[in-house]
Structure formats: structure tokens, C-alpha cells
């Protein structure tokens, strides 16, 4: 990416320009339609029929009946009113620190969304804990986590039961994208369906940040979990149309005719329309033709074997976790305690701008440093990133370990005093002394949180 001055930035994190910032054959696919014709969606149109075949043949048999959308927000949103008409039950499961949606319905089951919040939990939502193996409740030492978690989520049905509540829907990322790059166990989902299917609820995959060949060596992420696991619903959106204004929602037969038999006719002007579904069908075929699946997996296996020799030479890094293009650095204080390092996280980040790499963080703790890049991504491109952050890493954590107890405590973020040789370190950028204005500075350790907020990168 280049700014308007021209200067050059890596992107690591822009899951959305799926295929490349700009690409070539989306923007002539794209001119070449406009030019033609665009209209609403009760238009028939090749475009719409031709792409709803083409992703169709991406999926498992079963899920065979496409609803087009603008967003992956509507596509949550349209998979909630499926799952609830199916069997008329009203109630869901979703995990811990996920994140569906800025719709009403979605803000209500994204409990990264609603305990920032004023809002309370509503009676019918129900939150399951975060399959996380390295933080979470059960941990790679547990004799079988998936299980353990899977419990957790039967437990939740058995006490709603006990409520007289019905469970509509249980709802999941196939990978946890802003709950921290979470990988769910082995074996965790197809216990988990099972459960919630015999309750009468349906299982909705949330692929809006991990689908479209970001795992490389499957199309969609819920795919690597086996093929004896199929979702009822599968929601798609951000890398759909690198960066145009599509989505989807992908469903069974059976589903979709208890939808339709609401007499609630589904209509949605723009989903579908001729320009967004030539859009999607460039996708489709850049992924194909440029080989981007298969690049997912070398350049991601690459970027993991990098990253895990700075593990063995970084203490802050206290875990390397990912598949394909989905990778996270998990960053702690304590190896042993797994402390988020949630400040040096930030650090980290500001620096990588510096250096015109860009790159974020996420989780519960904002100590997660997230790595979903286009999916051009190359070798080289992964070498520069890591070889930028271990400069980081190293200056920072030598600041550190002159005196451990400048820390920064998550409880006061800018009582923390740097040694001056660490401090002149820190600078060694060619960055401003921060104590030369009162104002904070976002590349110090010390920023204060509206700063953080208002500067930090979203995605």
C-alpha cells in the first residue's frame, strides 16, 4: 500500500483485498459490468446464477441454497432469521469474545461487542467459553479438550432445557479472528453439532474473516475440521468481493423452505446485483488461476517456521498459533503465567507502523498481534515482516530486561519509568523524545488509552 506522499506499507492485515489492494481483473471485471448494466436484484441476471453455481461447488453437497447480501453484518443477521423460523425456537449459543456483527441482532450475541458496552447479556443468549487450548479453560495439558469444551456447551443447552427455553442456533467463526486467532480443537465442532442438533438448533459457521482459501489447504475454514462436520449455515462476506460490497448466506434446502413458508419473502435490492456478482467471480477465478490457496499454505507454513525461531529467541512471545494466512503472535509478560503483554502489544504495533509495516492486535486482551494478510502475500513480503518485528522485539525487550519491574502495569499504563539507556534505545528510530512534550506519544510505551484508541488500525 502506499500513502499519498508515496511511501510504501506492507500490509499483514487486510483480509478484505482478498486477492491484492486493486487488483487488475476485479476493477476491469467491475468497469466492464457498470458499463453494461446494473440493477436491482428482481432483475434475473447471468451474473447472479453463474456465481451462486460457482460458490455452490466450493461447499458440501447439502448447502446448496445462496442468499445474496452486502454485508457480512446482513448475512449474520439473515443466518439468525433462518435458524429461528427453521424450528421456531429463539435462543443462541455463541462464544466467548466473538464478534458477529454491528447490527442490533449481531451487537446481542458478540460478547466482544456487549461487555465493552452498557448493554447486558439478553436471557436468550447463551455464552459458550472460547475453545482456546492456550489460554482458555482447558489447555493443550488437558487430556481431551475438545470434549471438555463441547461439555461446557451441552451443559448450557441442558440448564436453557431446564428454563424452558429451545435453542435456535449455536453460531461460531470457524476460526476466532477478534477473540484472538483461536483455533478450535480437534473434534470440537463435530461434537459440539451434535449436541446442539439434538436439541432442535442448527449450527451456523461465521466464515465472513477466514473463508474464501485463507487456511490453504481447504476453500473454507470450517472444512478443517473433517468432512464428517457440515454446517446447516454458512455466513460469508469481507474477502468476497476484495473489498466491493458483497456477502452471503449459504443454507440447506430444508432450511430454506421453512424460511419461505413464513410467506416473509426474502428481498435484498443490491445482493446479487450484475456488478457485485462479476466482481465475485473475478474473485473466484484469481484465487483459482493465481493459485492464491496453494500460496496460502507455502507462504503461511514459511511465516510460522520464521515466527517460531523468534519465539525461541523472544521471551514476550509466549505462543505462535494459525493455519495458512491466519496466523497470531500471542504476546506475554511471563511465559509460565501467560500474562497478556496488552502494552508492549501496542508498542510493538506503533513501531511496525514506523517501520511501514502494518499489523494489529486483538483478543479479550488486546495482546494478540494478528497476521491476515492478502492472500498475494509472498515470501519475501513474510521475511521483511518478521526480520522488522524481531528489531522490535529485541530493543524492546532489551529495555525491559535492564529493569524488570518498568513493566508496564495494565493498571496504570504511564507510571512506568524507562532506565535512561533503554529510553535512549527506544528512540534510536530517530522517533521525538516524548518527555520533550507533555503530549503522549504514540510510539512510547506510555500512550494513553484515547490516544490508543483513536490511532489504533482496524479491521
Not at 5 to 10: D, P, V
Not at 105 to 123: M, N, Q, T, W
Request: hydrophobic letters at 35%.
Amino acid at each position: 500500500m502506499f500513502d499519498e506522499t508515496g511511501e510504501q506499507y506492507l500490509d499483514c492485515i487486510n483480509n478484505v483485498a482478498h486477492v491484492g489492494h486493486c487488483h487488475p481483473e476485479v476493477v476491469k471485471a467491475a468497469l466492464k459490468q457498470m458499463e453494461l448494466l446494473n440493477t436491482n436484484s428482481r432483475f434475473l441476471h447471468d451474473n447472479i446464477v453463474e456465481y451462486a453455481r460457482r460458490l455452490a461447488a466450493t461447499l458440501p453437497e447439502k448447502l446448496s441454497v445462496c442468499y445474496f447480501t452486502n454485508s457480512g453484518s446482513e448475512a449474520n443477521d439473515l443466518a439468525l432469521r433462518l435458524a429461528r423460523q427453521f424450528r421456531g425456537h429463539q435462543d443462541v449459543i455463541t462464544l466467548d469474545h466473538a464478534y458477529h456483527g454491528h447490527l442490533s441482532s449481531l451487537i446481542e450475541i458478540s460478547p466482544y461487542k456487549f461487555r465493552k458496552g452498557k448493554d447486558v447479556k439478553k436471557a436468550f443468549v447463551h455464552v459458550a467459553p472460547t475453545p482456546d487450548t492456550y489460554r482458555g479453560k482447558y489447555r493443550e495439558d488437558h487430556a481431551d479438550p475438545a470434549s471438555a469444551y463441547a461439555e461446557e456447551v451441552k451443559e448450557i443447552i441442558e440448564e436453557a432445557h431446564n428454563s424452558g427455553r429451545k435453542i435456535a442456533a449455536f453460531i461460531a467463526e470457524s476460526m476466532q479472528s477478534c477473540g484472538g486467532q483461536i483455533i478450535p480443537p480437534a473434534g470440537y465442532f463435530q461434537k459440539v453439532a451434535e449436541y446442539v442438533h439434538r436439541a432442535g438448533g442448527v449450527f451456523i459457521a461465521d466464515e465472513v474473516q477466514v473463508g474464501f482459501g485463507r487456511v490453504g489447504k481447504h476453500f473454507w475454514s470450517f472444512q478443517m475440521h473433517g468432512e464428517d462436520f457440515v454446517p446447516d449455515i454458512v455466513t460469508m462476506g469481507k474477502p468476497m468481493g476484495n473489498g466491493h460490497p458483497m456477502a452471503c448466506v449459504v443454507t440447506t434446502k430444508e432450511i430454506a423452505e421453512a424460511f419461505s413458508s413464513s410467506g416473509m419473502e426474502y428481498f435484498n435490492t443490491y445482493g446479487g446485483n450484475p456488478v457485485s456478482s462479476a466482481v465475485g467471480l473475478a474473485v473466484l477465478n484469481i484465487i483459482e488461476n493465481e493459485d492464491l490457496q496453494g500460496n496460502a499454505t507455502r507462504v503461511g507454513d514459511y511465516l510460522t517456521e520464521l515466527l517460531n525461531k523468534q519465539k525461541a529467541k523472544h521471551t514476550l512471545i509466549g505462543d505462535i498459533r494459525g493455519i495458512g494466512l491466519f496466523i497470531g503472535i500471542d504476546l506475554v509478560k511471563d511465559r509460565q503465567k501467560r500474562t497478556p503483554a496488552t502494552d508492549e502489544a501496542q508498542h510493538v504495533i506503533y513501531e511496525m507502523k514506523e517501520k511501514r509495516v502494518l499489523l494489529s492486535a486483538d483478543g479479550p486482551h488486546r495482546n494478540v498481534l494478528k497476521i491476515k494478510p492478502p492472500m498475494c502475500f509472498t515470501e519475501e513480503d513474510a521475511k521483511f515482516m518478521v526480520d522488522k518485528l524481531d528489531e522490535i522485539l529485541t530493543v524492546l525487550e532489551e529495555a525491559i530486561g535492564v529493569q524488570s519491574e518498568s513493566m508496564i502495569s495494565e493498571n496504570a499504563p504511564c507510571r512506568a519509568k524507562l532506565p535512561n539507556e533503554a529510553h535512549s534505545e527506544l528512540l534510536s528510530d530517530g522517533t521525538s523524545d516524548p518527555r520533550e512534550n507533555p503530549s503522549p506519544k504514540r510510539n512510547g510505551l506510555c500512550t494513553d488509552k484515547h490516544s490508543l484508541l483513536s490511532k489504533r488500525l482496524k479491521t
